[in-house]
């Protein structure tokens, strides 16, 4: 297996844009994670889930934020608008119950 | 509200030298995870601890569970610049929360 894949890897938008996210979570994980980090906030949890249904979306931080899993194979997160505040590097994860959790290398988005 | 404080949260030593991070809570966790984290990449995963009390060594590294399982600690022996980068621990279960990490630089 190929690993965690996200796309893309860097991504430059105007604010007020809508940016989509993706995901290919490792075959087989039925758990998948994405979290932003930043300098000031860390890597910080936005939503989870769990045979791909939504378990927890308390980490999100506005109604701007949406993610969505409609297979095992893809997950997508989006931010619509877009604003500079949200600039920051995103992380999908994924992890078969509760053993080791394999991470993508990150979108880093910028919001001008 | 953050569950896991690490401390310190910036260290930069000579190479050679020992140092200790910590990872604290005022919780009780079943397991908790130490991750490394490289510049331009995702963390990944060192060593998963379970029992309290209990002691894991990987290679130079040596993660403690405190015996309450509310902390834990990582030692590295004879730091080397391969050494350097992002640590964090993490409380596994069904949500997964890392902690404010601890950024180290180990200078040649």
């Known amino acids: 297996d190929a690993g965690v894949i996200q796309s893309p890897r860097h991504e430059v938008t105007e604010m007020g844009q809508e940016v989509t996210l993706r995901c290919k979570p490792i075959?087989?994980?039925?758990?998948l994670f994405w979290y932003r980090q930043t300098m000031m906030r860390g890597l910080e949890l936005l939503i989870y889930?769990?045979?791909?249904?939504?378990?927890?979306d308390s980490g999100m931080p506005e109604d701007r934020f949406s993610a969505k899993m409609p297979n095992a194979s893809f997950s997508t997160l989006k931010i619509q608008p877009s604003e500079p505040r949200d600039s920051a590097v995103y992380f999908c994860?994924?992890?078969?119950?509760?053993?080791?959790?394999?991470f993508g290398q990150g979108t880093r988005l910028t919001v001008v | 509200t953050q569950l896991l404080e690490q401390s310190p949260q910036f260290l930069s030593i000579q190479e050679g030298e020992n140092l200790t991070v910590y990872c604290n809570s005022s919780?009780?966790?079943?397991?908790l995870q130490w991750y490394r984290q490289e510049p331009g990449e995702g963390p990944v995963l060192l060593v998963t601890?379970?029992?309290?009390?209990e002691v894991k060594k990987l290679k130079r590294l040596t993660f403690q569970f405190g015996d309450a399982r509310k902390d834990s600690s990582l030692h590295i022996t004879a730091a080397q610049p391969g050494d350097t980068g992002l640590y964090l621990c993490a409380v596994t279960g069904n949500q997964f929360y890392f902690g404010t990490g601890t950024s180290l630089t180990v200078i040649p």
């Open positions: 889930f769990n045979n791909n249904v939504p378990i927890d």
């Open positions: 601890v379970v029992t309290g009390g």
């Open positions: 994860a994924s992890r078969f119950r509760s053993a080791e959790a394999f």
């Open positions: 919780s009780v966790f079943s397991s």
């Open positions: 075959s087989g994980h039925d758990y």
